[in-house]
């Protein structure tokens, strides 16, 4: 149970940034009401709450302030780029399904991630296929880690007590290895490779003993689960493996077979792990962070296209990983021009993009995913909710 030292220290982290009072006092408020949602964990030195924001206490986050309260770039905040499409695991609902190309070379991945970081970038998530595959991934991290927190997605394939030690003198600041049951079998199933389960628990303890590594587990919830009670069950279960965080997802439509309503979470079940996250966080005992409560409307909405990008192993640049949308290739065009391009079709909006229009991607008969004119044509039929509270203050 965090207690009076991790408090402390999170008001003297808040106290390093005194020119946060700067901004508009209702963006204060809002932040210190956030805030406040969670449980301060310190991690060799750096104060967390949760994996989707940098350390309070670390230079990414001063980032977040300036360059995003007070001056407001109109560039991302937040990016993740696939390192390579190669993955052990044959998860049914992923959505890199479909993708293909020439994969980027290092040299270009570096390329890009430090043009990200001139456009506003301070968090930064490693993906796939499976991330460990690349073999230059420590290096990337070196690279990227200045300024800006970098996060690992992660099966644990191929992870040795060596190369975890690699990744965090690298610059890691948090790893999420996937682990979606806690039922061995089901696991496995799910992620249609038998050995997933042991392997995923193999990481954890790697990751674990290093004893300066914020560890977590990534889950990809289905509707299923959900319905049944059963996260609960599955929360118990994390805490008992004594990780910092379980970062929660649900299954999206994000590829043909899970184009069903019967698939996509309604409101009242987002709400309801909305209301399951913030219990758990109010005991301390794990982190709970579910990616619909820090997007759902009362907080910070769906930024894809406007404060979040993704680039795909093979350059591709989307509006986030869950939209099988190109807007054109960092090999052919800056990342810069893509994004301003894209974000013309992208507001902030008050829900998941692609849980509320993945239906109009039924009109295209051809592989995913789509082109930058079909992409384009697409977003002409796209009705965005209104902004999230937090962008409602933010635009005034």
């Not at 319905?227 to 965080?245: S, Y």
């Not at 795909?312 to 190109?326: L, N």
């Amino acid at each position: 149970m965090p207690g009076l030292k991790q408090r402390l220290g999170v008001a003297k982290a808040l106290l390093r940034n005194p020119q946060i009072l700067k901004a508009k006092p209702a963006i204060n408020l809002f932040l210190a009401g956030y805030l406040r949602k969670f449980k301060p964990v310190s991690v060799d030195g750096r104060l967390i709450l949760h994996s989707h924001l940098p350390p309070l206490n670390s230079p990414a986050y001063k980032r977040f302030i300036n360059e995003h309260l007070l001056k407001k770039t109109e560039g991302p905040s937040h990016a993740q780029v696939g390192l390579t499409n190669i993955c052990p695991h044959k998860c049914a609902y992923c959505y890199n399904k479909g993708r293909t190309g020439r994969v980027m070379d290092t040299a270009t991945i570096k390329k890009t991630i430090r043009e990200l970081k001139a456009m506003g970038v301070f968090w930064l998530g490693l993906t796939g296929g499976e991330p460990l595959l690349q073999e230059d991934v420590v290096s990337i991290i070196q690279s990227a880690s200045d300024g800006c927190a970098v996060k690992l997605f992660t099966t644990g394939s191929t992870l040795t007590p060596q190369f975890a030690q690699d990744l965090r003198k690298a610059g890691l600041f948090s790893v999420s290895v996937s682990l979606d049951y806690w039922r061995e079998e089901e696991h496995d199933r799910a992620r249609g490779t038998k050995g997933a389960f042991q392997q995923a628990l193999r990481a954890i303890e790697i990751f674990k003993n290093l004893g300066s590594l914020h560890v977590g587990v990534s889950a990809v919830l289905s509707r299923e689960m959900i319905r049944r009670g059963e996260v609960d069950e599955f929360l118990q279960f994390l805490i008992g493996l004594e990780i910092h965080e379980a970062w929660l997802s649900e299954a999206k439509p994000s590829v043909e077979a899970f184009w069903d309503s019967n698939l996509v979470v309604t409101e009242e079940e987002r709400k309801s792990l909305v209301v399951l996250q913030d219990r758990y966080n109010s005991q301390g005992r794990i982190t709970v962070n579910y990616l619909g409560h820090f997007e759902g409307r009362e907080h910070f909405g769906c930024n894809a296209g406007h404060k979040m990008v993704y680039i795909d192993a093979f350059g591709e640049v989307s509006p986030c990983v869950f939209i099988p949308m190109t807007f054109g290739n960092v090999r052919e065009t800056p990342i810069r021009e893509i994004y301003a391009d894209m974000r013309r079709h992208f507001p902030p909006a008050g829900s998941c993009f692609i849980n509320r229009n993945y239906e109009l991607l039924q009109r295209y008969r051809r592989p995913l995913p789509l082109g930058r004119t079909e992409s384009e044509n697409l977003m002409s039929g796209v009705l965005f909710e209104p902004p999230s509270r937090f962008f409602k203050i933010y635009y005034g």
